[in-house]
């Protein structure tokens, strides 16, 4: 069985002080009451870190960019405790087949966490994004489809952004429109998405065993 994330945490020397600020920092960007940040500590305590599949297809890198330069937690922190980002094209080492296979491997893990990152072309049957010979709308119906959450980071991947401004030759759309009915669906917009936010998303996740309450733009 794998170690919770606190005791992740305590390992590189990270201190329950500095753990519980996190949680508070958290439960405060997702407007939750102070009472939120103990249980968010508490299921912490007892919790693996979940798997995370971050998909890159029409987008600027800017919300990879934000990931690198979060600060609370650091993005050290992020990769290493608090995510098992287990799949990302731009910060992973492996690459080809290799990348291939930990993606495959990545999905096979049980409540797995989706993040998109840029719009998905749908024009011309996805050839204007693909990877390892796979359409971006292939990919992102494949990974989001099994998830336990997907989150639409950046404007982007929550709304189409402006690849998907007219008069929109690659036929972008969001992960929404792409991907119709995806349960546990989250559009976190932004350009870059705040990573603060993001984390926090998950933590209420692992925590409560549900997402924060959404408006009708999810």
């Known amino acids: 069985m794998g170690k919770s994330v606190v005791q992740l945490l305590e390992a590189r020397g990270i201190s329950r002080r500095r753990f519980l600020g996190f949680c508070g920092a958290a439960a405060a960007s997702l407007a939750l009451p102070r009472s939120a940040a103990g249980e968010m500590a508490k299921a912490l305590a007892s919790t693996t870190k979940p798997v995370v599949l971050w998909l890159e297809f029409q987008d600027c890198a800017g919300d990879t960019e934000s990931l690198l330069r979060a600060t609370r937690p650091g993005v050290a922190e992020i990769l290493l ?11 992973m080492a492996a690459a080809g ?45 494949e990974v989001c489809s099994g998830a336990a959450v997907t989150i639409a980071a950046g404007s982007c991947a929550a709304f189409g ?24 669906l ?5 350009c870059p998405v705040n990573v603060d936010n993001l984390v926090a998303l998950v933590v209420h996740q692992l925590t409560f065993g549900s997402l924060p309450a959404v408006d009708r733009n999810r």
């Open 81 to 91: 405790e608090i995510l098992s980002l287990d799949y990302h094209e731009t910060l």
């Open 186 to 190: 989250v559009n976190l917009p932004g």
């Open 97 to 141: 087949k290799q990348a291939e296979d930990a993606r495959l491997a990545a999905m096979m893990q049980k409540g797995y966490v989706a993040v998109v990152e840029g719009s998905i072309p749908t024009g011309a049957g996805g050839v204007y994004c693909c990877v390892g010979g796979r359409s971006a709308l292939d990919m992102a119906k």
């Open 161 to 184: 952004g402006i690849p998907a401004a007219k008069p929109n030759p690659t036929g972008a759309c969001s992960v929404g429109d792409a991907v119709p009915g995806l349960k546990n």
